[in-house]
């Protein structure tokens, strides 16, 4: 297909696109708990000549193609938000209070969509078939194995997969499209859930206690020597405590501390975060007995690192130049070569078949985009919505005609 003609296509649906982005946007839903969103999307790949089909305990998957014999390949987009009471200055705030997508997946849905609409109109074009899956509870690293486990990749068997992010907030121009490179793009992330009970009592007679905050506090100054004494320094490995809850009042000893947090690795058997668990729990164990504390750690949530296979971000880096030219680059040249610190659960499709991630920036901080993801202040810009439309379909259709 013509570039020029594939962009001016996307371009002439950009409108629809919008609204659709600030409809999803106005309602976001968290989690499976995806009513609106979920009948919204099957709405509209019915409007555009699709048969969805609900996957999972909330996903939804629709075909395109198919009518040619070829591979399969699979575009996904996420449609979650977050528990984030949005604090962003737009006209189409979240009505669902308490609720926001912070984190751009109302995009993505947006996008996917468009690309949806693409594909019909060139269906006859297609050789093979492309999957479209559009996916819950993202966010909490439960959706995608949730719909794996449901069949994602099987009637008829997927061979590669593609999936797209928006970013806010960086010094790039905003419409500008970023590919991973071969290997890991992104960490590993488990949760825990540290417990240190203790003794309530009186805040004037601590000795008839067994302080719980005294101990949590000792185990959080402690666990940070894994990190510096305990890893090798060829390894990444990472943990924050990003809660740290005790007590409700200033005069009196609570019975008990708990704190959680995250694991982070780049190892993609996951050894470097094995052997942070053990210290962590014993360390945790150790010092909660020398305080005469119980102390418990669980470990929840557990979403592997992002393999990205090299050949498929090759071929995707060389679709993306030529349908936008220098505005498309290499992840790597913008990151050093670096995996990014956030985590992603379509890293479970990633160790079943070859994956790719692309990365559309949608808000440059020198044009007031001045807040990231997960920020209750930060925006969009959805004039790019488009792009990602584009993406979505040329990588797809271009893949399977290189594999037929």
Request: hydrophobic fraction near 35%; charged fraction near 25%.
């Amino acid at each position: 297909m013509n570039v020029q003609e594939l962009i001016k296509e996307a371009q002439a649906l950009q409108g629809e696109l919008a609204e659709i982005r600030r409809e999803l946007h106005r309602h976001p839903e968290v989690g499976f708990d995806l009513p609106y969103t979920k009948a919204f999307v099957k709405r509209k790949l019915e409007e555009f000549g699709y048969q969805p089909v609900e996957l999972g305990r909330a996903g939804v998957i629709a075909l395109a193609g198919g009518k040619t014999p070829g591979k399969t390949v699979l575009l996904r987009a996420d449609m979650d938000a977050l528990p984030v009471h949005e604090e962003a200055e737009v006209d189409y705030r979240s009505l669902n209070d308490g609720k926001m997508h912070g984190c751009g997946h109302d995009m993505h849905t947006a996008m996917l969509l468009g690309a949806a609409k693409l594909l019909k109109i060139h269906e006859d074009e297609i050789q093979g078939t492309v999957k479209l899956e559009f996916q819950p509870a993202e966010e909490i690293f439960q959706g995608s194995p949730d719909m794996l486990k449901a069949g994602l990749l099987d009637d008829p068997h997927v061979d590669a997969a593609v999936m797209i992010h928006v970013t806010a907030g960086m010094p790039l121009p905003s419409g500008t499209v970023m590919v991973s490179g071969g290997g890991i793009s992104s960490t590993s992330c488990e949760q825990y859930h540290i417990t240190v009970k203790g003794k309530g009592g009186h805040g004037s007679t601590p000795h008839e206690a067994i302080d719980p905050i005294t101990a949590a506090a000792h185990i959080h100054i402690a666990l940070q020597e894994i990190n510096s004494r305990e890893l090798d320094g060829n390894e990444f490995g990472i943990f924050t405590t990003g809660r740290l809850e005790a007590g409700k009042t200033s005069n009196v000893i609570p019975d008990t501390a708990e704190m959680w947090g995250t694991i982070r690795t780049t190892d993609p058997e996951n050894k470097v975060g094995s052997m942070i668990k053990t210290r962590m729990t014993q360390i945790c164990e150790g010092i909660g007995a020398a305080f005469r504390c119980e102390t418990t750690v669980e470990f929840y949530d557990y979403c592997p690192c992002m393999v990205i296979e090299p050949e498929l971000a090759a071929d995707t880096l060389g679709y993306m130049k030529e349908l936008f030219g220098e505005s498309a680059v290499d992840l790597s040249v913008v990151s050093g070569g670096k995996a990014g610190g956030g985590s992603e659960d379509f890293a479970f499709v990633s160790h079943k078949v070859p994956t790719v991630s692309m990365f559309l920036t949608a808000g440059s901080s020198s044009d007031g985009y001045l807040f990231g993801q997960h920020h209750p202040k930060v925006r969009f810009d959805d004039s790019v919505l488009y792009r990602g439309s584009a993406a979505y379909f040329y990588a797809a259709i271009n893949w399977l005609k290189d594999r037929r």
